[in-house]
């Protein structure tokens, strides 16, 4: 038998914000330890003295925990004891080594987390979202993980090898035999696919549409994200994309969602592509980026989304320096 523990807190004493937190609490750990939910023997909560909304316990039965029993307590109050807090035990009864979960302010009831930071940034292409992660990487002394590349590297390898990106079989299929990594080099994140450096490669506009196909397959999303959960809760990191915030690391201490115009991000394509020598039309990549915000932004597996409690950084005005500054003056104020 295995004990999972998990703990999480609440902004206010409030159904809502229990149940939602009970919810994503116990969906991190399930996810984590790779768990299905009937060999969850028993849930096991307890709640500090000021929570009285709502029980944890009918939270995690409503949120689909129906095969376990359910045991629930609330905890004795404790002078500068962490207020609104909601801990978890889950009993299982297979063996493995336990993954637990530490969510919103809870995060200081475990050392190991406490001393780093993950920071997620997403928004649509073009927004400037990756160059400011590396920027924040760079300046923080962090990881900075692209977690775009890792998709565009599959891609690549699809339409090398006349796989149709839509067929998610063939994909999958595919990945059985893929090399991926992502190294460092003299401080340089390099994207190797089976061995080949393909950074250059995985940055054209075809393997960036095919990109937006391929990661649009849950069997894909669920490997890759699973790797980046398992880097994020090793060391502090700045990942980047469209779904950081709200399905990769939901967790994540700072999310931002930058976003830019459409015509102000097909400039900005458009001189890069065009400084590395590249012949593009401006329109016709214009166009490009108004298809794929569509595609993301209605796909029906983790959709390009603004987290709930991400700030907003709308860079179209702003230089790149300035959407830094502007970024890092926000977490500034908070560590």
Do not use: W
């Not at 891609?155 to 090398?160: I, M, W």
């Not at 959709?303 to 300035?322: H, M, W, Y």
């Amino acid at each position: 038998m295995t004990v999972i523990r998990g703990a999480t807190t609440i902004p206010q004493d409030d159904a809502i914000e229990i149940k939602k937190a009970v919810k994503e609490l116990l969906e991190q750990i399930a996810s984590r330890n790779d768990l299905k939910r009937d060999e969850i023997m028993s849930l096991v909560f307890s709640s500090t003295a000021d929570i009285h909304a709502y029980y944890p316990a009918k939270a995690a039965r409503e949120a689909g925990f129906v095969s376990s029993s359910l045991f629930s307590a609330q905890e004795p109050e404790i002078d500068g004891g962490l207020p609104l807090c909601i801990r978890v035990m889950l009993f299982v009864e297979r063996n493995i080594t336990p993954r637990h979960v530490y969510l919103r302010g809870a995060r200081v009831l475990r050392k190991d987390l406490a001393d780093k930071i993950n920071i997620a940034v997403d928004g649509p292409a073009g927004s400037g979202k990756s160059t400011i992660a590396k920027g924040l990487a760079r300046d923080y002394h962090i990881l900075y993980l692209d977690t775009g590349a890792m998709y565009r590297a599959c891609a690549l390898k699809a339409l090398e090898s006349g796989v149709d990106v839509e067929d998610e079989a063939g994909i999958v299929d595919l990945m059985r035999d893929v090399k991926l990594d992502v190294v460092y080099e003299d401080g340089v994140q390099k994207t190797l696919l089976d061995g080949r450096d393909v950074s250059e490669e995985i940055r054209k506009p075809p393997v960036s549409m095919a990109a937006s196909s391929v990661s649009k397959h849950p069997s894909v999303r669920m490997h890759m994200t699973e790797k980046q959960r398992e880097i994020a809760g090793r060391m502090s990191c700045v990942l980047d994309g469209r779904d950081i915030g709200t399905v990769v690391l939901p967790e994540a201490d700072f999310k931002f969602y930058v976003t830019a115009s459409p015509r102000v991000r097909a400039q900005r394509r458009y001189a890069e592509l065009t400084a590395k020598g590249y012949a593009v039309d401006f329109d016709e990549l214009l166009q490009e980026i108004i298809r794929r915000d569509e595609q993301d932004s209605t796909r029906a597996l983790a959709p390009l989304k603004k987290a709930d409690d991400a700030v907003v950084v709308d860079t179209s005005d702003l230089t790149i320096e300035e959407s830094l500054a502007a970024v890092e003056k926000i977490i500034g104020e908070k560590i």
